[in-house]
């Protein structure tokens, strides 16, 4: 983990190719990394693409102006910006054998003059007994596979929630309803945002982040309407009656609804 810290921050410190290709030829390129880190079956040629993804990555985005590219070709790997164009977010994981998994993930701000600004972020679930609480920076980050962005207000400040999710182990997915806010394009993860009764299934509260945890390959949901808006998220229950086994939690069929009241996700009927 050490080694390819220092490559990352290697990488956003001395690379100092422009590349004179198309955005798209370096998306193409990345995509090829991309699946090989996903698919191979070989470890150490997983971290290998990785770190050579990283790289490249990096050349890709020292073009000009490169917050504006979409990289199209890129889909083994999330990739979105927030829907006030106020930063881009790269994130994706690296299966480590073991049955669990690493994050990473990168966040781009825009400049005025059109050159790179892009802060890694480094998964620090490794060395926490438990996830839900803390406030944590850039090198403390809680990981996680970011697909969607909601932006909010609170006291005349745009916050931002992050909808994400986790492989986790062999037995265990995560998902993860972050919150974010950024001082001087520093990110602050977590605080107090969320409102809702006791349940086996939710974190003690108070918690810095809503973390649900459910028997891999059941599909609970954690979404945004944006109709309602509210955050969708799938009402669990046990197949062995064991509400605290989160190994044994699957959807019940039925739907829970967080809605942002007074500054805090607020769980709601509906």
């Given amino acids: 983990m050490t080694k390819l810290t220092t490559l990352f921050l290697c990488c956003l410190c001395t690379v100092s190719i422009f590349a004179q290709n198309s955005p798209d030829t370096h998306g193409i390129k990345l995509e090829r990394l991309a699946i090989q880190i996903q698919a ?9 693409a990785d770190s050579i993804f990283i790289k490249e990555l990096v050349v890709a985005l020292k073009q000009n102006h490169s917050f504006e590219y979409s990289l199209d070709s890129l889909h083994a790997i999330k990739h979105m910006i927030s829907p006030d164009r106020k930063f881009k977010i790269f994130s994706w994981q690296i299966d480590l054998g073991d049955g669990t998994y690493r994050q990473r993930a990168a966040i781009q701000f825009p400049t005025t003059d059109g050159q790179l600004k892009l802060l890694p972020l480094f998964d620090h679930s490794d060395f926490v007994i438990n996830i ?127 809605k942002w009241i007074n500054g805090k996700w607020t769980l709601i009927k509906k």
């Fill in 40 to 48: 191979d079956t070989i470890v150490q040629s997983r971290f290998h």
């Fill in 132 to 258: 839900a609480n803390g406030i944590n920076d850039s090198k403390h980050w809680i990981g996680a596979i970011y697909y969607d962005i909601i932006p909010m207000q609170l006291n005349g400040q745009t916050i931002y929630t992050l909808l994400g999710f986790d492989e986790y182990t062999n037995g265990l997915s995560r998902k993860i309803i972050e919150i974010v806010k950024f001082i001087n394009n520093e990110p602050i993860f977590g605080g107090d945002y969320f409102s809702y009764p006791k349940d086996d299934c939710f974190p003690i509260a108070p918690a810095d982040r809503f973390v649900y945890q459910y028997k891999k390959g059941s599909n609970a949901v954690i979404k945004y309407d944006t109709d309602s808006n509210t955050i969708i998220i799938s009402e669990l229950t046990s197949l062995t009656k064991d509400l605290k086994n989160p190994s044994t939690l699957v959807p019940s069929g039925n739907d829970l609804f967080f």
